[in-house]
T-cell receptor, first 112, second 115 residues
Framework: DGGITQSPKYLFRKEGQNVTLSCEQNLNHDAMYWYRQDPGQGLRLIYYSQIVNDFQKGDIAEGYSVSREKKESFPLTVTSAQKNPTAFYLC???????????FGSGTRLTVV | DQQVKQNSPSLSVQEGRISILNCDYTNSMFDYFLWYKKYPAEGPTFLISISSIKDKNEDGRFTVFLNKSAKHLSLHIVPSQPGDSAVYFCAASTSHSGGYQKVTFGTGTKLQVIP
């Protein structure tokens, strides 16, 4: 079955720690994205990558970093510089925006 | 600056009736519009899209209408079913540098279909 796998589903982090969220897809999509969802807000773009070894900042990239060493993988690191990291994080991939994104099931990150 | 707005945070509809979800936008450069459905603790799933050169697109029970002059689009679900209860996100895309299509999402409308 083709799709996007995000892990873990729930993640707890102590303040001051970096944490990496995994995102893997087997859809052969070139483009991948990371979004953040907060209560009462729409999805906000953190980073995107249109091709391997290339990625661009989205609207709220501060405090985050990504890598795209393989087509299938687009991990997101939430660094200690992110002031308010508690949120629901969604990874997505697409062939074309016209056909919509395929989203993973999300990772809920809580800072304790 | 919220370029895509869903002014109704929630909507309740009786099973079998029509559900109408609304979305307004401000950027006239948007060229595609999309609707996504999201269940709690899951990622959104793509429902339907429409190009800015069209005014209607239909897929089964789902129809999206686009009124460019009013910068308004709507999603009609007929007939509504209890399984349609979810949060619906409106999204709009525009061409960005390097051929990237930048997608902007609305804040979502929570639809409850009452059996």
């Amino acid at each position: 079955d083709g799709g996007i796998t995000q892990s873990p589903k729930y993640l707890f982090r102590k303040e001051g720690q970096n944490v990496t969220l995994s995102c893997e897809q087997n859809l052969n999509h070139d483009a991948m994205y990371w979004y953040r969802q907060d209560p009462g807000q729409g999805l906000r773009l953190i980073y995107y990558s249109q091709i391997v070894n290339d990625f661009q900042k989205g609207d709220i990239a501060e405090g985050y970093s990504v890598s795209r060493e393989k087509k299938e993988s687009f991990p997101l690191t939430v660094t200690s510089a992110q002031k308010n990291p508690t949120a629901f994080y969604l990874c997505a991939s697409s062939l074309s925006v016209l056909y919509g994104y395929t989203f993973g099931s999300g990772t809920r990150l809580t800072v304790v | 600056d919220q370029q895509v707005k869903q002014n109704s945070p929630s909507l309740s509809v009786q099973e079998g009736r029509i559900s109408i979800l609304n979305c307004d936008y401000t950027n006239s450069m948007f060229d595609y519009f999309l609707w996504y459905k999201k269940y709690p603790a899951e990622g959104p799933t793509f429902l339907i899209s429409i190009s800015s050169i069209k005014d209607k697109n239909e897929d089964g029970r789902f129809t999206v209408f686009l009124n460019k002059s009013a910068k308004h689009l709507s999603l009609h679900i007929v007939p509504s079913q209890p399984g349609d209860s979810a949060v619906y996100f409106c999204a709009a895309s525009t061409s960005h540098s390097g051929g990237y299509q930048k997608v902007t999402f609305g804040t979502g409308t929570k639809l409850q279909v009452i059996p």
